[in-house]
């Protein structure tokens, strides 16, 4: 059986995105900054692209591709950035937001606050609908609780939700009640905009379709045409009431594929596309193409539900994912670096955002303080020195004795003691006693600084490169440090020392009396193997490694279980956690728990390819009996999936034969081709192809075939060549003897 490990990593990922618009170099925009309020989320043209080259004339007609076409013209109830950049054009928000996300005044001319809830705006005066509705307090009253009406089932009311009435003071100011105080007010109605664009009462409230398919709005453009899926015509407002629009017709088209956009941009179909992926970028930066990148404020993130009890309540384990996540490397591999990091999942220049804030760097080797993980070293080195000699005994010293803090065996050492390795091994590795780690760092290496030397060496041996000992104990000193993945690697390491494991699985342990001291019981300080120091934690599937804390690096534990039904083992390590004492909780425990039993719920062996699978068949010649045999693997193929993998639509099979028709005889288990299983785009194994079946072969075909098969030989076609030629030269002969007897008559 072939096993195959495959890792599962899940990303936190906090990125500020982007968007690419490319145009022609030489086309002016679309509107100027002044003649619409530029959205936040859409994909507008770049109102401040420059043409190419100065002297060039203004177009009077744009076409810009669009990846879908407008679900509607209604602005209240759609939230797709295609439709946005169409709506953006002919209708206009009570307020907007510039460059830098400040509230600037649109059709609202100015606003405060008279209390904690009443918004009094003053509205501009002589602007009016395309179809000749003037612009009033009754449409800012119409259209604000239109939106929170449920029947017009508007997708972004809740920007506005806390507006509870609108009232009419005079023809153009109005008084916006909300049902609390709501300072975000003026963030909601300009982000995005849709959900306080005007719209007109009399043409609006005839139906909701009407404004659907009929915009009428007091923007710069008005629709002329809508053929759906293929183009939106734009043309300008004469009548606008603001600065007259450069380009008097946009065209939009609604271009799905991007290298379809693509394309179309460099034949001059189009003038303008956005949303460029980065990848499809190269070779766009022309002399008549031109690439500008626009921030916007689209976010990719995950988020975590910190509600649910989990490792991820935890402040310090969501840490450890943020340090643990390259999002620079992400951003530069999948986005080409054009995005930017936030620090939280809010755009750069939204309203809310810190800028004082930092993202977490990418740090996997966070220093922390090793603590009682240490003992792990300590027991390892002592174990592989004293290998095949652990009743190896040893005097305790004062010296040894000289610098113990901390936990100690219960009655602790004494000077002149005699003990042996194994019982300071239960004592270090089970009880956690310092003065047992004492006398083993002397026992292995003659000395503490010498053991201290020893273990770093051997730490750098497995790889845990990030990690410094001071002392044998895990007693706080700011100079010692170690990361999770360095005590990770060095944990599994020792627990394949037989040893080792078997020692740190111990509940209790005996140590028989000394010739100085008694009996004396050590009990297991890790809580998932033992009940004694701390309960609700024991877990059968425990098989230990260590447990302990200190004042300055808080909760340690480096907890491994293992599923007696599947045989998977899984390893925790939770570093740096917390006690609430009033809810008895050690989240080092809590933690560890939660990671291994969402790991073992979450991840199992899967067999993708079983040995009685047919995969495909082949041809197969000179047999009277069958014409094909079936291909099966050779073996099965086992792997470590998440265990919700749907095989029949996750994992894939692809094959190769090495025949393409097979000759009989055939035996049963010969190799005729390979199968190679996939999941997604990740390669899980790849497994000969045997035959099922033992074919014989028909003489009679085999002698058809041999026959065939001479007479496509050379020496067949030489000697069938010369045959015709004798025959023919003989008739010839032939018939000049019979010629020459002829006229001799």
């Keep these: 059986m072939k096993k195959t490990l495959c890792m599962i990593l899940a990303l936190l990922v906090v990125l500020a995105g982007c968007a690419q618009t490319t145009q022609p170099d030489a086309t002016p925009a679309a509107t100027p900054e002044q003649t619409a309020p530029q959205g936040t989320e859409t994909e507008q043209p770049d109102a401040s692209a420059e043409p190419g080259t100065p002297d060039e004339p203004a177009k009077d007609t744009l076409v810009v591709a669009l990846s879908a076409d407008a679900l509607s013209m209604d602005p209240a109830r759609h939230t797709t950035y295609p439709t946005g950049t169409v709506l953006f054009h002919i209708y206009d928000p009570l307020v907007t937001r510039d460059a830098n996300g400040n509230i600037q005044p649109w059709l609202a001319e100015s606003w405060e606050l008279l209390d904690d809830v009443t918004w009094q705006f003053k509205l501009k005066e002589g602007v009016t609908f395309t179809n000749g509705e ?293 004592g270090c590795l089970v009880g956690g006693a310092n003065d047992a780690a004492y006398v083993l760092a002397y026992a292995t290496s003659g000395n503490v600084e010498s053991f201290i030397t020893d273990m770093n060496a051997k730490a750098a041996l497995i790889g845990a490169y990030s990690t410094k000992y001071t002392n044998p104990t895990g007693m706080h000193d700011d100079a010692m440090y170690t990361t999770a993945r360095d005590t990770a690697q060095i944990a599994i390491y020792a627990q394949k020392n037989e040893d080792f494991a078997r020692i740190v699985k111990t ?20 809580a998932m193997i033992s009940k004694f120091y701390a309960a609700g934690y024991y877990d059968e599937r425990a ?46 425990y809590e933690n560890a728990k939660a990671l291994l039993d969402w790991a073992f719920a979450s991840f199992t062996y899967t067999e993708v390819l079983s040995t009685d699978k047919v995969v495909c068949e082949i ?76 074919i014989s072969r028909s003489e009679f075909l085999y002698m058809l075939s041999q026959i065939e098969e001479f007479t496509k030989s050379k020496g067949f076609i030489a000697f069938a060549v010369s045959a015709v030629v004798l025959s023919v030269g003989y008739v010839l002969i032939q018939a000049f003897r019979r010629g020459r007897a002829a006229r001799r008559l």
């Design 543 to 588: 098989v230990g490694i260590n447990a302990g804390a200190t004042s300055s690096g808080g909760y340690c534990t480096v907890q491994m279980m293992t599923d007696s039904k599947t045989n998977l083992s899984y390893l925790a390590v939770v570093m740096g956690a917390e006690e609430n004492e009033a809810e008895k909780k050690i989240y080092s």
């Design 134 to 426: 003037p612009f009033n307090a009754e449409c800012v009253k119409y259209s604000l609780e239109r939106v929170l009406d449920p029947d017009t089932q508007a997708p972004n009311k809740t920007r506005i939700a806390a507006i509870d009435h609108v009232d009419v003071v005079d023809e153009y100011t109005v008084n916006v009640v909300t049902q609390y105080p709501a300072p975000t007010l003026l963030q909601g109605m300009a982000e995005d905009g849709f959900c306080a664009m005007m719209v007109p009462v009399q043409h609006t409230s005839t139906s909701l379709e009407t404004l659907g398919s009929e915009p009428v709005g007091t923007g710069p453009y008005m629709l002329k045409e809508w053929v759906k899926d293929d183009h939106i015509t734009l043309v300008a407002n004469d009548a606008y009431w603001g600065t007259a629009p450069a380009i008097k017709t946009i065209i939009f088209r609604p271009i799905p594929e991007t290298s379809t956009a693509i394309s179309e941009l460099k034949s001059g179909g189009v003038d303008v596309i956005t949303n460029v992926p980065p990848e499809q970028m190269d070779g766009l930066n022309t002399d008549t193409t031109k690439v500008v990148a626009k921030a916007t404020d689209r976010l990719f993130y995950i988020n975590v539900n910190t509600l649910e009890e989990g490792p991820l309540q935890n402040k310090l384990v969501r840490q450890a994912i943020a340090y643990a996540i390259d999002v620079d490397a992400i951003n530069e591999s999948l986005l080409g670096g054009m995005a930017q990091r936030t620090a939280i999942n809010l755009p750069l220049e939204a309203f809310g955002y810190d800028a004082s804030l930092t993202p977490y760097e990418y740090n996997p080797e966070k220093r922390v303080y090793p603590t009682s993980a240490v003992k792990i070293m300590t027991g390892l080195l002592a174990l592989e020195h004293f290998a095949g000699a652990l009743d190896t005994e040893v005097t305790v010293t004062k010296e040894m004795l000289s610098k113990v803090k901390g936990n100690k065996l219960s009655p602790s050492l004494t000077a002149g003691e005699v003990v042996t390795v194994e019982q300071m091994l239960y």
């Design 619 to 694: 041809p197969v010649s000179l047999s009277s009996a069958v014409d094909y045999v079936t291909l099966q693997p050779k073996e099965s193929l086992t792997v470590y999936l998440p265990s919700d993998v749907d095989l029949k639509t996750d994992i894939t099979i692809h094959y190769t034969t090495l025949y393409e028709t097979l000759a009989a005889p055939v035996k049963s288990g010969d190799i005729a081709g390979q199968v190679t299983v996939m999941y997604n785009d990740e390669i899980l194994g790849t497994v000969d192809l045997i035959t099922t079946a033992d």
């Design 507 to 526: 509940p209790k342990y005996v140590m028989e009396k000394t010739d100085l001291r008694q009996y004396r019981d050590i009990y297991n300080r890790n």
